[in-house]
């Protein structure tokens, strides 16, 4: 088949290259232009694991532009952001991918909405759009939408054998897209109609982000009764049926924290999944009070914050709790210096490590890098003015950074915390 992808960001484009790899003729579409032109270089725009041998394997049925062609296949895998004034999608890239494609819109072509979207959307958005090609939805053409489940930083690997779900206008449009990403998925395609579909995505990131708030709620009222958290849900998890996760200085990136608002903008029963937003987003402000006890008394403290991605061993600091935990304690007059090795661009400058740790009180571990844990305690101690750690990740190794002559306090642990 002749495929269109539109918007080729960290899910089209390894999508584009997977049905290219797999035979099919693939036209990736942005309006980026540098991105297109990076990509007719031959360059990758990101990095991902694989994502290189993938496009030198889909090289000879791929190719870039910035103008939609006639094809038998259009897949939207634009950005869907948050808009934070009203707590609702901002659907106008999908609106404009829908309003590219409707005049190249020809009897029996696939169209496939992979962006996460409010419910409904797929019906209420896209249709009309598409119809004004003369066209009926669901009689002259197929329309799906088929969510990503993919994780960065094993994308490729979890687009192919992770199972799909796919939410068809009617059965016949399902029908039609689970024979076409047949020529990659591996896992099982289960199919339903697009509005579950749609719905599906976001429970599953909601499921998330309401069992991250709970533990983070738990986080501190464990420090209330002088008892770790970490020890707590360890034990609690040998339960067969109990799987807490992990808390932390907050949730980030444009998934998990933007994904249950989608879920209650229309509804008036979202009371539980808008309280767990709410707890993750005071997890910084939690974080810096507990950083703020620890300096008490030391003048015009400096703060070395470890970690500015949004979660550990990528590189994206899309909607990254440490931007939130960096400007509220600026706010409180500490002086801030960020070290993290991955992050390429950030608001803040990135230092080197020891420019970062030099004269500093204070490292906080904002974000679970793996590279954070075979640092040397020693070393960086020698450059700092006072050797206070806190680890919001419980990432480190403790007792070497307490050998290293350095007071450590752990995110929920009311009962190690010297
Ligand atoms: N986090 C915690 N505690 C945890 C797990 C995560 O504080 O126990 C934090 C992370 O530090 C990070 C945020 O939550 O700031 C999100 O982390 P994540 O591991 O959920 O990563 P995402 O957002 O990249 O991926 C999620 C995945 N969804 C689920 O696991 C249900 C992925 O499968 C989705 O495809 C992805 O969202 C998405 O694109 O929707």
Request: net charge negative.
């Amino acid at each position: 088949m002749k495929i269109s992808v539109l918007g080729l960001g960290y899910i089209g484009l390894p999508t584009a290259l997977l049905f290219a790899a797999s035979g099919h003729e693939v036209v990736g579409v942005d309006i980026d232009k540098r991105k297109v032109e990076l990509l007719n270089s031959g360059k990758l725009p990101f990095q991902e694991p694989g994502l290189e041998e993938l496009f030198e394997k889909a090289k000879n049925n791929f190719r870039v532009s910035t103008e939609v062609e006639e094809s038998d296949v259009f897949l939207i895998a634009v950005p869907t952001p948050l808009d934070f004034h009203t707590k609702a999608a901002d659907l106008k890239y999908v609106k404009s991918a829908a309003e590219m494609i409707w005049s190249h819109l020809r009897k029996d072509n696939l169209v496939i909405l992979e962006s996460t979207v409010p419910p409904k959307t797929t019906e209420r958005l896209l249709i009309p759009i598409l119809e004004k090609s003369g066209l009926k939805a669901g009689i002259d053409f197929y329309l799906v939408h088929c969510p990503e489940r993919a994780i960065p930083g094993k994308t490729i690997h979890e687009m192919v054998h992770n199972d799909r779900i796919i939410g068809g206008i009617t059965p016949e449009s399902a029908q039609r897209a689970k024979e076409l990403y047949s020529s990659f998925v591996k896992g099982e395609i289960y199919l339903t109609d697009a509005t579950t579909a749609e719905f599906v995505k976001l429970i599953e990131n909601t499921y998330r982000d309401v069992n991250i708030a709970l533990v983070n709620e738990l986080a501190k009222i464990a420090e209330e009764y002088g008892i770790n958290i970490w020890e707590a849900i360890e034990l609690a998890n040998k339960h067969p049926r109990v799987n807490f996760h992990k808390p932390g200085p907050g949730v980030g990136g444009h998934c998990i924290a933007i994904d249950p608002w989608f879920v209650i903008q229309d509804s008036s029963e979202g009371k539980i999944i808008a309280l767990a937003r709410h707890v993750n987003d005071t997890m910084p402000n939690y974080t810096l009070r507990k950083v703020r006890e620890m300096l008490n008394g030391i003048k015009n403290p400096t703060i070395t914050v470890f970690g500015v991605a949004y979660k550990g061993n990528v590189d994206d600091a899309r909607e990254t709790p440490a931007l939130r935990f960096i400007k509220l304690a600026e706010n409180e007059g500490f002086n801030i210096k960020v070290y993290d090795p991955i992050v390429k661009d950030f608001e803040y400058p990135i230092l080197s490590l020891e420019d970062a740790v030099k004269n500093s009180d204070c490292i906080v571990v904002i974000t679970d890098h793996d590279v954070f844990k075979f640092l040397d305690p020693n070393e960086i101690g020698k450059f700092m003015r006072n050797r206070c750690v806190f680890d919001a990740r419980n990432i480190l190794d403790h007792e070497k950074w307490k050998k290293a002559g350095f007071r450590v306090r752990v995110l929920g642990d009311g009962k190690n915390n010297i």
